[in-house]
Antibody, heavy 117, light 111 residues
Framework: EVQLVESGGGLVQPGGSLRLSCAAS????????MHWVRQDPGKGLVWVSL????????MYADSVKGRFTISRDNAKNTLYLQMNSLRVDDTGIYYC??????????WGQGTLVTVSS | DIVMTQTPLSSPVTLGQPASISCRSS???????????LNWLQQRPGQPPRLLLY???NRFSGVPDRFSGSGTGTDFTLKISRVEREDVGVYYC?????????FGQGTKVEI
C-alpha cells in the first residue's frame, strides 16, 4: 500500500524557517517524481515544487523561488521541503504528492504550516 | 501558466440524481506526446485530495463507475450518474500537460 506521511509543520513567525519531511513507503520511491502542493486555508490548491527521480531537476512556483528548497534522500525514501524567509501567505496545508506520468496519483494527509506573529 | 476555470462553484444535488461539473482551460491541454493530461480530484470533508479520473476519462483505482469524464482541447466535464452521500465534497480539475500543475477553483457538491 502506497503511503506518504508528512511531518514538520507548525507555527512560525514571519521570517522564520521550517523543514517539511515526507516519508514514503509501499512503492519504489526512486522511480517517481515527487511534488509539494499547498492548500490555502479554506481555499484551493496551489502547486509549490517538484523534483525528479534523482534530484537533478527541481522546479518552484514563482512565489517561493529563492526561499524554498526541495530535496530527496532515496536511501531513506524521504522527500523534503526546506522553507526559509517564511511569509504569512505561505500559510496552508502542505501535501506531498507522488506523480505518475501526467497525474498526481497519491497524496499524503498533509502537514499544516501557520506563519503568524 | 494555464488557467483552469470550473463551473459551477457550488452544486446542490439530490441523492440518486445526476450531477455535472465543467472545466475550461485557458489553452489547449494536448501534450506534444498526443495525450491530454487533464485530471479530476475529489476532496471529501477533512480529507486530502484523491485522484478520481486521469487523462480526461480514465478512472483511477477503486473509483466507482458512476464517475465519468469527457472533453477535448480546452473543455472538459465530470459527470456523476447517480449521486451518493459519499460523493459530497469538493471536486477539482487540474492540468499536468504543462509545468506548473494548475488547478481549478473547486466545485463544492452538497446534498
Amino acid at each position: 500500500e502506497v503511503q506518504l506521511v508528512e511531518s514538520g509543520g507548525g507555527l512560525v513567525q514571519p521570517g522564520g524557517s521550517l523543514r517539511l519531511s515526507c516519508a514514503a513507503s509501499g512503492f519504489l520511491f526512486n522511480d517517481y517524481w515527487m511534488h509539494w502542493v499547498r492548500q490555502d486555508p479554506g481555499k484551493g490548491l496551489v502547486w509549490v515544487s517538484l523534483i525528479d527521480i534523482d534530484g537533478s531537476t527541481k522546479m518552484y512556483a514563482d512565489s517561493v523561488k529563492g526561499r524554498f528548497t526541495i530535496s530527496r534522500d532515496n536511501a531513506k525514501n524521504t522527500l523534503y521541503l526546506q522553507m526559509n524567509s517564511l511569509r504569512v501567505d505561505d500559510t496552508g496545508i502542505y501535501y506531498c504528492v507522488r506523480a505518475s506520468t501526467g497525474r498526481p496519483d497519491y497524496w499524503g494527509q498533509g502537514t499544516l504550516v501557520t506563519v503568524s506573529s | 501558466d494555464i488557467v483552469m476555470t470550473q463551473t459551477p462553484l457550488s452544486s446542490p444535488v439530490t441523492l440518486g440524481q445526476p450531477a455535472s461539473i465543467s472545466c475550461r482551460s485557458s489553452q489547449s491541454l494536448v501534450h506534444i506526446d498526443g495525450n491530454i493530461y487533464l485530471n479530476w480530484l475529489q476532496q471529501r470533508p477533512g480529507q486530502p485530495p484523491r485522484l478520481l479520473l486521469y487523462k480526461v476519462s480514465n478512472r483511477f483505482s477503486g473509483v466507482p463507475d458512476r464517475f465519468s469524464g469527457s472533453g477535448t482541447g480546452t473543455d472538459f466535464t465530470l459527470k456523476i450518474s447517480r449521486v451518493e452521500r459519499e460523493d459530497v465534497g469538493v471536486y477539482y480539475c487540474m492540468q499536468a500537460t504543462q509545468s506548473p500543475w494548475t488547478f481549478g477553483q473547486g466545485t463544492k457538491v452538497e446534498i
